[in-house]
């Protein structure tokens, strides 16, 4: 093995992107040289990334013949133009304009195929038809160059590529001489490496500073303002970077990082994978899925998917992986986290004739599969996943707008995958859960209802979260009959009574609207939240027993467990399921108890079906119909 680091000197994507591009260039060197076998692993190790070669690499092997040519220039009109000036003909590069066109062209033939066609899930999929229509598309490197264009940086990322491209061949492969000895160390001296090129420059009469401002687009946390690195003055400007730094930091931007427009607005966001310990051609593959598969949404939800889709691009991996080879690879590690931590986030704000970074983040992929050893446990994530990413597309307002209310429950779910906190995930599940009821109240179509959460499902993040948490564990509250048999009466009075009278015209039971948000209301102090509890099951129990009545007088003996389930009947809540609960008050909080109680309360007892969400289409989907942005 032969070893490289890069040191993490912002603590922002920035660094990822630098050891992507350093990894990439690496692995080029490696083919020109007669060694294209050569497998590149990054690995975090914490204040630095590790970049390791499975065979030897020399310093004295660094002489070729062949050109590296690395990165495409950004070809338009403007740039034809700016470029003429200097005496620079554009001739190679990426043809801006024309893959636009493209991308025209695309939208149009995307529109005339059927609605389940056109969604992030046929992509995933690799529908025929639709894998036929995006082999005409433009280059998957678009929307990296519509976000240098549109954050208005074409000039300086040109430059920089020009200044590559025009050193000579032995020129070349004495700049990677020197990235070779900088990143060779494990505390990566660039103030020397500066220095070195400066020296270089001059033997070579290679024309340039060594220093380029420091883009934002690259480089989220150093865009212009006031900024020093003594208390003594103030500078108003940008800051400076080594120019082949900023070169690698570009091609890591182009393998790593998925740039977005936020929908119904100009502002951006750009989500840059936060490796923790993977292949550099995997991480390559990953990216290109999740750019197929992640579309653009409004802020929040943004998030959120992203995370969902980097783990489903994760799981995937790791079943094609486990069916290819009949089993992961010893090195490979089985949590997905510890393929990938999840996303560095930066937002940039439309300030109308520029961008402004007004915050930098991670957002953390799920934790809720410790691990994923086999093919059984891989389908089980996929169908969980598959289960949230429905439910949270699904979230939104009228014609896609979001009120304060969708926004609420996105932001929840954020702060649940933010904080890997399962007490975050039960207010969201007990929160929405009262959400498509009301929604559902309001829809008079069924096939529109909003899907519901499973108990699977919540059942298998309480399994997960034990294995995971150093907290006591929810599974005794799982296995308290008690509390199942009171979520079950919340279920009947709720979503199940709703059924009953929409859909087999059963008005039997009274449909308990609010319920939910009552006694998440009370949830705060013991008392008030089993007074309120209290009160519901006295009329539940009253409303059960009115109805066996009915059934026995008819029948004119005692009810068995047959005549239950043949007249579709409630049973009711017992004193000892009451007890039952109290006991788990003792030890747990009540707003985990109430808000698990409304959870499972609200979800549905059969399992959820992947054919569930094939034909479904948001209007997320239908704006996103090329996944990549259109400029005004």
């Not at 062949?66 to 220039?73: G, H, K």
């Not at 290819?324 to 931590?341: F, H, K, M, V, Y």
């Not at 017992?574 to 008050?585: A, F, I, K, N, R």
């Amino acid at each position: 093995m032969h070893t490289f680091w890069v040191n993490k000197i912002s603590g922002t994507a920035a660094d990822t992107q630098l050891a992507l591009g350093l990894a990439d260039l690496l692995q080029e060197v490696l083919r020109k040289i007669g060694k294209p076998n050569g497998q590149l692993i990054i690995h975090n190790k914490g204040d630095t990334f590790e970049l390791s070669l499975n065979s030897e690499l020399r310093e004295e092997e660094l002489i070729n013949d062949q050109i590296i040519p690395f990165l495409e220039p950004l070809i338009s009109p403007k740039q034809d133009e700016r470029q003429g000036k200097k005496g620079r003909v554009l001739r190679n590069g990426f043809e801006y304009d024309k893959e636009r066109e493209k991308q025209k062209l695309l939208s149009a033939q995307l529109k005339a195929l059927p609605p389940a066609l056109r969604t992030p899930d046929a992509r995933r999929r690799h529908e025929p038809e639709l894998e036929q229509v995006l082999s005409a598309g433009p280059r998957k490197e678009l929307g990296h160059y519509q976000a240098i264009n549109m954050l208005k940086v074409p000039d300086t990322f040109n430059e920089i590529v020009f200044r590559w491209q025009s050193l000579t061949v032995q020129q070349q492969w004495l700049a990677i001489g020197l990235l070779y000895r900088l990143f060779s160390q494990r505390e990566n001296d660039v103030t020397g490496a500066i220095k070195a090129w400066e020296k270089l420059a001059k033997e070579q009469h290679i024309e340039g500073k060594a220093l380029v401002t420091a883009v934002q687009v690259i480089n989220p946390t150093a865009g212009k303002g006031a900024n020093t690195s003594k208390s003594s003055r103030l500078n108003s400007g940008g800051l400076d970077s080594f120019w082949l730094l900023e070169l690698l930091k570009f091609k890591g931007f182009m393998l790593g990082a998925a740039p977005y427009i936020i929908k119904g607005s100009k502002d951006r966001k750009t989500y840059v994978i936060a490796p923790q310990r993977v292949e550099l051609d995997t991480l390559k593959d990953m990216m290109n899925q999740f750019r197929a598969i992640c579309w653009s949404s409004t802020a929040i939800k943004q998030d959120v998917l992203a995370s969902l889709r980097l783990a489903q691009v994760m799981v995937d991996h790791q079943e094609q992986e486990f069916t290819s080879r009949q089993g992961l690879e010893d090195w490979e590690p089985t949590p997905i986290t510890s393929i990938a931590q999840g996303l560095d986030v930066a937002f940039y704000k439309d300030m109308g004739s520029a961008h402004a970074v007004m915050n930098v983040a991670t957002i953390n992929v799920p934790n809720w599969f410790p691990e994923l050893k086999t093919l059984a446990q891989i389908q089980q994530a996929e169908l969980l996943l598959e289960e949230h990413i429905r439910i949270i597309r699904r979230i939104e307002g009228p014609q896609g707008k979001e009120s304060n209310e969708e926004i609420d429950l996105l932001r929840t779910y954020r702060d649940f995958l933010s904080g890997h906190d399962l007490r975050t995930f039960w207010q969201f599940a007990a929160l929405y859960g009262c959400y498509l009821f009301r929604k559902r109240e309001r829809e008079k179509d069924v096939k529109r209802w909003l899907p519901q959460l499973t108990k699977k499902g919540l059942d298998i993040l309480v399994m997960n979260h034990q294995h995971t948490s150093k907290s006591k564990s929810l599974s005794t509250i799982l296995a308290t009959p008690g509390f199942q048999n009171i979520a079950s009466a919340i279920r009947e009075a709720t979503v199940r009574a709703q059924r009953r009278r929409s859909q087999e015209n059963d008005n039997r039971y009274e449909v308990r609207y609010g319920l939910g948000q009552d006694l998440m209301r009370k949830a705060r102090y013991r008392e008030e939240f089993m007074a309120a509890l209290s009160e519901f099951l006295f009329l539940y129990n009253a409303e059960t027993a009115r109805e066996e009545e009915k059934q026995a007088k008819k029948k004119g003996s005692r009810l068995s467990s047959e005549d239950y389930k043949n007249n579709k009947l409630r049973y009711p809540v017992t004193t000892t399921d009451v007890e039952q609960l109290g006991d788990l008050l003792d030890t747990y909080s009540p707003e985990l108890i109430a808000s698990m109680l409304v959870a499972y309360g609200y979800a549905r007892l059969d399992t959820f079906k992947k054919e569930e969400a094939q034909n479904e289409v948001t209007s997320d989907d239908v704006a996103n119909d090329t996944n990549t942005s259109e400029e005004e």
